[in-house]
T-cell receptor, first 112, second 114 residues
Framework: SQQGEEDPQALSIQEGENATMNCSYK?????LQWYRQNSGRGLVHLIL?????REKHSGRLRVTLDTSKKSSSLLITASRAADTASYFC????????????FGEGTQLTVNP | GAVVSQHPSWVICKSGTSVKIECRSL??????MFWYRQFPKQSLMLMAT?????????EQGVEKDKFLINHASLTLSTLTVTSAHPEDSSFYIC??????????FGPGTRLLVL
């Protein structure tokens, strides 16, 4: 399986609820990044968390990283219909020109 | 924030023809550019990594003679799909990285080979 595995594969919630997505990986990393992709579009960078960081916030986003469990979570608080998209985690092992390895993604649907 | 553009945004071509896709970093110099391929409802798969002025590094299973990559300047990389076939139909996305860690992605190019 890929370096990044995401859970759940699909998540459907109501507007105003919180959405939590998880990502697990296998090898040591330099950093982990979360991206959002609207259908048929490019990726938008959301947040980067380094291996020596445990938690990071950006607006309604909260990312945690547990290197001992090789896992990360993305929490979107007070979700909006506009948050509907696919969310991918990507790991940077810090080698080979900092290539990213993407997880399978979580399809989030926020119902109005 | 950093902006990466791709051109064209979509292309339809006949089987056997070659298609060139451009990736440009508009407001920063990209030391490294990456090319990804994405099939419907799947994740991104890295095809190759290119550094300005040097040969691209291709991922295992990606044919370098079929997917020609040229990184002629710090703001431009091109991917040419040679002798395209229907199985090459996909969504191709580039990303660019400067000295910092973040990769910035282009909007993607949808290729349909008939």
């Amino acid at each position: 399986s890929q370096q990044g595995e995401e859970d759940p594969q699909a998540l459907s919630i109501q507007e105003g609820e919180n959405a939590t997505m998880n990502c697990s990986y296998k090898t040591s990393i330099n950093n982990l990044q979360w991206y959002r992709q609207n259908s048929g579009r490019g990726l938008v960078h959301l947040i980067l968390i380094r291996s020596n960081e445990r938690e990071k916030h950006s607006g309604r986003l909260r990312v945690t990283l547990d290197t001992s469990k090789k896992s990360s979570s993305l929490l979107i608080t007070a979700s909006r219909a506009a948050d509907t998209a696919s969310y991918f985690c990507a790991t940077d092992a810090g080698t080979s020109g900092s290539r990213l390895t993407f997880g399978e993604g979580t399809q989030l649907t926020v119902n109005p | 924030g950093a902006v990466v553009s791709q051109h064209p945004s979509w292309v339809i071509c006949k089987s056997g023809t070659s298609v060139k896709i451009e990736c440009r970093s508009l407001d920063f110099q990209a030391t490294t550019m990456f090319w990804y391929r994405q099939f419907p409802k799947q994740s991104l798969m890295l095809m190759a990594t290119s550094n300005e002025g040097s040969k691209a590094t291709y991922e295992q299973g990606v044919e370098k003679d079929k997917f020609l990559i040229n990184h002629a300047s710090l703001t431009l990389s091109t991917l040419t799909v040679t002798s395209a076939h229907p199985e090459d139909s996909s969504f191709y996305i580039c990303s660019a990285r400067a000295a910092w860690e973040t990769q910035y992605f282009g909007p993607g190019t949808r290729l349909l080979v008939l």
